[in-house]
């Protein structure tokens, strides 16, 4: 054989070499994604039987037994188990809200309230029977913080009527307060012009006057434009000649 492989041409050696080492390459990955394909079926069957266990003690209301069982998949990020997983988790955390059974209450009538305390109400909220069986348990203790709570809101939204009532009457005395001040301004502002009217007419009456020069001999009067006239017997103004007031 190895005479034969002697003989061959340096280029087939090549190829012959080049193929054995794909062939040797292809067969150890094979092995390996055999191995990895084992060892997540490992994993799978280890977790699933955590799970598994996690259902039984949820059943037998072991609910921290069940936490413990839920972490040890987590750790293991398998994507199918650790979702069925962390679906439980949620589960057990609403059967364990105080937030969540009040807002469950919160949303229920008052027949169904009174269903709850005779043990009669036979809704399910969680999947789970052993759960929702726990999660009743929460709702029934949490009826009296139910009735505090809708007390509290009535007297809160009495408090915020109340406010709104308030400030819409603040509102209105400030609207009238300020369409007073404007009013004030207003009559203010006219007496003022009034006055200034006055002054300005007087100023010009004086200014007038003193332009004016009456000759006394003749009763005739020069206008501050140099206009010669005299009063009539109407009282009305009667121009002649500019000559006469010389």
Known sequence: MKDIFIRFP?????????????????????????RQEQQRKMIAAYTYNHLIHAYKFID???????ISRINIIDR???????RKADSLLNMIQYSQSQDFALNQLLTMTDAEINQLKKGSYS????????????FTILLTANIAKRREY??????EEKVLIAEKKRNKLLALKDKERKARLLALNKKKRKAELLVLSKKKRRSNANSYSSSEHISSSSGYIRGPRGGCYYI??????????????N
């Open 60 to 66: 037998n209301n072991q609910i921290d037994s069940a």
């Open 76 to 82: 293991q990020y398998l994507d199918t188990t650790t």
């Open 150 to 155: 809708i007390r509290k809101a009535k007297a």
């Open 10 to 34: 340096i280029w087939a050696r090549w190829v012959l070499g080049i193929l054995l080492s794909l062939v040797i390459v292809a067969t150890l990955d094979h092995r390996t994604q055999i």
């Open 232 to 245: 009539n017997s109407n009282g009305n103004k009667t121009y002649v000649d500019r000559s006469l007031c």
């Open 123 to 134: 809704k399910q909220f969680l999947p789970n029977s052993q759960l929702n069986k726990n």
